[in-house]
């Protein structure tokens, strides 16, 4: 069973920057692809950024430019560094964790951007 956990979210003032991260646990192969959506209410959850096990990155229209996602050396742990985040980025970000057998949601961290 693949478990997600995820951390780091919290109150940033406009400008200011935050990283998330998510620990993945269970059975995940060697191919997968890790990433980052975000959900504000009354709208459909967003895709912000993934990066595959072997690296490739994607970036979603918001995050282009000022989010970076990284993954550690042991695979199982992966992270959001957010930079000049600005009112428009609060939301709940959740975590992603795809592969062959299915996909896995983290259970969301609240972004809150104040000016």
């Known amino acids: 069973q693949v478990q997600l956990v995820e951390s780091g979210g919290g109150l940033v003032q406009v400008g200011g920057s935050l990283t998330l991260s998510c620990t993945v646990s269970?059975?995940?192969?060697?191919?997968?692809?890790m990433g980052w959506h975000r959900q504000v209410p009354g709208k459909q959850r967003e895709f912000v950024a993934s990066?595959?096990?072997?690296?490739?990155?994607k970036h979603g229209t918001s995050a282009r430019g000022r989010f970076n996602i990284y993954k550690d050396n042991t695979k199982t742990a992966w992270y959001l560094q957010m930079n000049n985040l600005s009112a428009e980025d609060t939301a709940t970000y959740y975590c992603?964790?795809?592969?062959?057998?299915?996909?896995?949601w983290g259970q969301g961290t609240q972004v809150t951007v104040s000016s």
């Open positions: 990066i595959t096990s072997s690296g490739t990155i």
């Open positions: 269970g059975t995940i192969g060697s191919l997968f692809v």
């Open positions: 992603k964790f795809s592969h062959s057998r299915g996909e896995y």
